[in-house]
C-alpha cells in the first residue's frame, strides 16, 4: 500500500457530482454541422489540409500538426467541409477563431481505420507517430499533446507514471464515468503508456468520492502484468492538479519553472489513456469524448459521448435544456471553467462539463470588498503562494513584483477566491497580471527582432557604401590606366618615321590652301578695280597678306621636303 | 628616520603593488562600450521611427545617457518612461506631446491594387519589413512590421495605411476586473438584490 502524502491547502467545496451520475454515458446526437477549430490544443494551431467542397469520411485527417508542439486534426463524422474561416470557438475571449466547418451527411462512414495490432512488435518512434497523426490531446483541461509527453528521450528517465483519476473540480464526473464503464480501455491505454515510457510503478491516483470507479478499475488490473497501484486519496479540491497529485503520491514537490519530467513522473489523464487505446488499438483517432452535461437548468443530466465540434446548443437540446430557469452557462467546472455568452461554440478535446446553471445554484459574485487581510486565501493556496501579496501586486500593476513572488506557479484553481470572506475575484487578478506579463514578453521579443533587423539593415547599407565606394575608386583607376596608354601610344606616334611624312603633307595642303586663297583674292580685287567698287584699297592690303602667307608657307613646305630628301 | 623611511617604503610599495593589479584588472576586465547604453536601448520598443528626433532608438538610448529627457518615445508610452525612470533613478515625468501621442499598436498595410512599384516605402522601411521590386507590387510582412508609420509619407500614391492590430484569442488580453471603490461592507449582497430585482 503506497503511502499518502499532502500538499499545502486545499478546500472542501459542495462536490455536486451526484446529479450527472444517475444515468450511463449516452451517446450524444450527430449533429448537421460540426465546427472544428484548429486550435484545439495547447502549442501552434493544426494547418487544415482539406479544402471548401471536400468530402471527408469520418475519421479522416483534416488539418496537420504544424511544428513540435501541435496536435492534428480529424473528422468526426463523414460529410462535406462547407466552410474554413472564422467561427465562434471556445475560448475565455468570446473571440472568432479559425476553425472547418463540415455538414456531416449523416452517413457516420468511416474512413479505413489504421489499427496497429501489437503495439510491442513495432518501433517506439512508429508508435508515437502513429500517436501523434492520431491528434491525441490531453484530456485533462490543458491539452497538451500527448506525444511530446511520451516522448521524452534520453535525457529524462520516467521512474514513475501517474495516471490522473482524480477529477477534484465540483460538477465534473467525466472522467468517473469513463472508469465506471470503460476501464478495459484505460488500463489497455495504460500499457501502450507504460510501454513508451519503461516506469518502474504505475499509480493511479483517484478522489475517495468515487467508490464505484475505483472498484471497477481494480477488478480489471488483476488481468494485467503491470505494476499498477489504485492510490485512492482523500477528496480535497485541487488534489487533480498535476503538481498536487504527484506531491500527494510521492511527496515530491515540482520545482518552480520544471516539468514533472525532470524528477522523473509523468502524468497522464484517464481519459488521455483511453484515448491512446482507440487511437492505437481499434485506430480511431481522438474524433470524440466524454462531456458531463450538468446543472439544474437540464432535464437529463448525465454524461455523453460527444463528437468533437458538436455545438453545445445541440448538446443543451439532447439534454432537454429549460432555457427560462438556465441563467448561466459555464464550460469546465464552476472553479475553473468559463462562462459563456454564445452556446453556438462547439466542444473540443478539452471541454470535459457543461454546466447550464439555474440562478439559485450559480448567482451572481457578490461585490467586491476591500481586502481585510485575513490570510485565508494564503492558507488555502495548493501551490503555496502568497495570494494576498499578489493581488496587490496585480492591483497595482507592480507585474515584476508579482512575477517575482512567482504568479505564474498559480493554477488558477480559485481557491483563495473561494475562501475570500470580501468576494474578491482573486483569480481574475492574476490572470489579468499573466497576460500583461506574457504580452509584455511578446513586446520584448519583437523589440530584440526589431533592432535585429534593423542593425542588419544600417549593416546591409553601410556595406552597399562600401562597395559603391570601391566600384567608384576601381573605375577611376582603370579610366586613368587608360588615359595614360593613350597619351603613350600618342607619343610614339609623334616620334615616328612616319609622322615626318605627315608632317611634309600637311605643310603642303597649308601652301596649297593659302595659294588658293591668294588667287580668289588676287579676282575679288580685279573685280573690284573693274567695276570700280568701294573698299579697294582693303582688298589690296588683303592681297597683299595673302600673297606674304602663301610664299611663306611655300617657302615652309619647300624647305621640309628639301631636307627630307 | 628609519621608522619614517620603513613607513614610506611600505606605503610606497602597497601603492605599486596595488596598482598593478589596478592596472591589470582596467586591461583584464575592460567593459566594451557603454552598458548603460545598451540597458537603455533594451528598454526602448525598436521601432526606429525617429519621432523621438533622433535617427533610431540607439541614438535616443545614446542621447539619454547623455542627459536628454527619457519622454521622447511615444510608442513605448507611459511603461517605458517608468522603466527608464526606474534604471536611471529619476522622476517619472508624463509623455512629450511635441514628439506625438501613445497610440494603439498598428501594422502597415499596402492597398496592393494601387501600388505602382516605386519601392520608396522599401527603402524607408527601417526594418526591411517590405517585399517587392521595382514595378512589381510591395507588401508588408506582418510580423516584422513594427508600425512606425515611416512607410506612410514616402508613398506617391498613399496606398498605405496604418491598420491597429487584430485582437485574436491568441493576443488577446484578460480584462482588469473592475471593483466598485464606493461599496462599503454593509452593501454586501444588494448587487445580488439589485440584480434579482431588475430581472
Avoid at chain 2, 488580453?173 to 444588494?190: F, H, Y
Wanted: glycine residues 6%.
Amino acid at each position: 500500500m503506497t503511502r499518502i502524502y499532502s500538499f499545502h491547502g486545499g478546500i472542501h467545496p459542495p462536490d455536486n457530482k451526484r446529479q450527472s451520475l444517475g444515468a450511463p454515458i449516452k451517446q450524444a446526437p450527430l449533429p448537421s454541422r460540426l465546427i472544428l477549430p484548429l486550435q484545439q490544443h495547447i502549442g501552434k494551431s493544426a494547418t487544415p489540409i482539406v479544402e471548401v467542397g471536400d468530402r471527408v469520411l469520418k475519421g479522416q485527417k483534416i488539418a496537420d500538426a504544424t511544428g513540435f508542439i501541435s496536435a492534428a486534426l480529424h473528422a468526426p463524422s463523414s460529410g462535406t467541409v462547407t466552410y474554413i474561416g472564422l467561427q465562434p470557438a471556445p475560448h475565455a475571449s468570446g473571440l472568432e477563431s479559425p476553425c472547418i466547418v463540415i455538414e456531416a451527411d449523416g452517413l457516420d462512414e468511416w474512413i479505413s481505420k489504421k489499427a496497429i495490432a501489437d503495439f510491442r512488435s513495432i518501433q517506439k518512434k512508429a508508435l508515437l507517430d502513429h500517436i501523434r497523426e492520431s491528434g491525441v490531446a490531453g484530456l485533462g483541461g490543458a491539452g497538451f499533446p500527448t506525444d511530446i509527453k511520451l516522448n521524452l528521450g534520453k535525457d529524462h528517465i520516467i521512474n514513475t507514471l501517474i495516471i490522473n483519476a482524480a477529477e477534484c473540480e465540483p460538477y465534473i464526473t467525466a472522467d468517473d464515468a469513463l472508469m465506471r464503464e470503460r476501464p478495459d480501455e484505460i488500463l489497455k491505454g495504460v500499457e501502450i503508456i507504460a510501454h513508451l515510457l519503461e516506469p518502474s510503478k504505475i499509480l493511479i491516483g483517484i478522489e475517495d468520492n468515487k467508490p464505484n470507479a475505483i472498484k471497477a478499475l481494480r477488478d480489471y488490473i488483476r488481468e494485467y502484468q503491470l505494476p499498477i497501484e489504485v492510490v485512492v486519496v482523500p477528496t480535497l479540491y485541487p488534489s487533480g492538479g498535476e503538481k498536487q497529485l504527484i506531491q500527494l503520491l510521492t511527496s515530491i514537490e515540482v520545482p518552480s519553472g520544471s516539468i514533472p519530467a525532470d524528477v522523473g513522473i509523468v502524468c497522464q489523464n484517464v481519459g488521455t489513456a483511453a484515448a491512446i487505446y482507440r487511437a492505437v488499438e481499434l485506430g480511431e483517432p481522438m474524433i470524440s469524448r466524454i462531456v458531463t452535461l450538468t446543472g439544474f437548468a437540464l432535464g437529463h443530466r448525465q454524461n455523453y459521448d460527444v463528437l468533437m465540434g458538436t455545438p453545445f446548443s445541440v448538446l443543451l437540446e439532447a439534454a432537454e435544456v429549460d432555457r427560462d430557469k438556465m441563467f448561466r452557462l459555464v464550460m469546465g467546472g464552476p472553479m475553473m471553467g468559463i462562462s459563456i455568452e454564445d452556446d453556438r461554440i462547439p466542444v473540443i478535446k478539452t471541454t470535459n462539463c457543461i454546466i447550464a446553471a439555474t440562478q439559485e445554484e450559480m448567482p451572481p459574485a457578490p461585490p467586491a470588498q476591500p481586502c481585510i487581510r485575513c490570510g485565508m486565501c494564503e492558507q488555502v493556496c495548493p501551490a503555496s503562494l502568497l495570494p494576498q501579496q499578489l493581488y496587490w501586486f496585480a492591483k497595482g500593476r507592480e507585474f515584476d513584483k508579482a512575477r517575482h513572488h512567482n504568479l505564474f506557479d498559480c493554477i488558477e484553481c480559485g481557491a483563495c477566491a473561494y475562501v475570500c470572506p470580501s468576494n474578491i475575484p482573486l483569480v481574475q487578478h492574476y490572470r489579468f497580471a499573466k497576460s500583461e506579463i506574457r504580452n509584455e514578453e511578446a513586446e520584448q521579443q519583437k523589440s530584440i527582432q526589431a533592432r535585429e533587423r534593423f542593425e542588419a539593415r544600417q549593416a546591409r547599407l553601410a556595406r552597399e557604401v562600401a562597395e559603391k565606394e570601391q566600384r567608384r575608386k576601381e573605375r577611376a583607376e582603370a579610366a586613368a590606366k587608360e588615359q595614360a596608354r593613350k597619351k603613350l601610344e600618342q607619343d610614339q606616334t609623334t616620334h615616328a618615321t612616319p609622322n615626318a611624312e605627315a608632317e611634309l603633307k600637311k605643310l603642303k595642303t597649308a601652301a596649297s590652301v593659302a595659294r588658293t586663297k591668294l588667287k580668289k583674292a588676287r579676282e575679288a580685287l580685279k573685280n573690284a578695280e573693274d567695276k570700280d567698287l568701294d573698299g579697294i584699297e582693303k582688298l589690296q592690303a588683303t592681297v597683299a597678306q595673302l600673297e606674304e602667307k602663301a610664299g611663306e608657307a611655300e617657302r615652309a613646305w619647300q624647305d621640309a621636303s628639301g631636307a627630307k630628301q | 628616520m628609519t621608522i619614517i623611511l620603513t613607513a614610506i617604503l611600505i606605503l610606497l610599495s602597497l601603492a605599486l603593488v596595488f596598482g598593478v593589479i589596478l592596472g591589470f584588472a582596467a586591461v583584464r576586465f575592460k567593459v566594451e562600450g557603454d552598458p548603460i547604453v545598451d540597458q537603455i536601448d533594451q528598454l526602448l520598443p525598436q521601432t526606429q521611427c525617429g519621432q523621438c528626433g533622433y535617427p533610431g532608438c540607439k541614438p535616443y538610448a545614446e542621447a539619454i545617457s547623455n542627459g536628454d529627457a527619457i519622454n521622447k518615445c511615444p510608442p513605448g508610452g507611459q511603461s517605458t518612461i517608468e522603466a527608464l525612470a526606474t534604471l536611471l533613478d529619476r522622476e517619472v515625468v508624463p509623455l512629450d506631446a511635441e514628439h506625438g501621442e501613445e497610440k494603439p499598436k498598428t501594422v502597415a498595410y499596402i492597398r496592393e491594387d494601387e501600388c505602382i512599384g516605386c519601392t520608396k516605402c522599401i527603402q524607408a522601411c527601417p526594418v526591411d519589413a517590405i517585399l517587392g521590386a521595382a514595378k512589381q507590387m510591395h507588401t508588408v510582412i506582418v510580423s516584422e512590421c513594427t508600425g512606425c508609420d515611416l512607410c506612410v509619407e514616402p508613398c506617391p500614391v498613399d496606398c498605405i495605411d496604418m491598420i491597429p492590430v487584430p485582437v485574436t484569442p491568441n493576443n488577446w488580453k484578460w480584462p482588469a476586473p473592475v471593483s466598485d471603490p464606493n461599496l462599503i461592507l454593509t452593501d454586501r449582497g444588494r448587487g445580488h438584490l439589485l440584480q434579482e430585482g431588475s430581472k
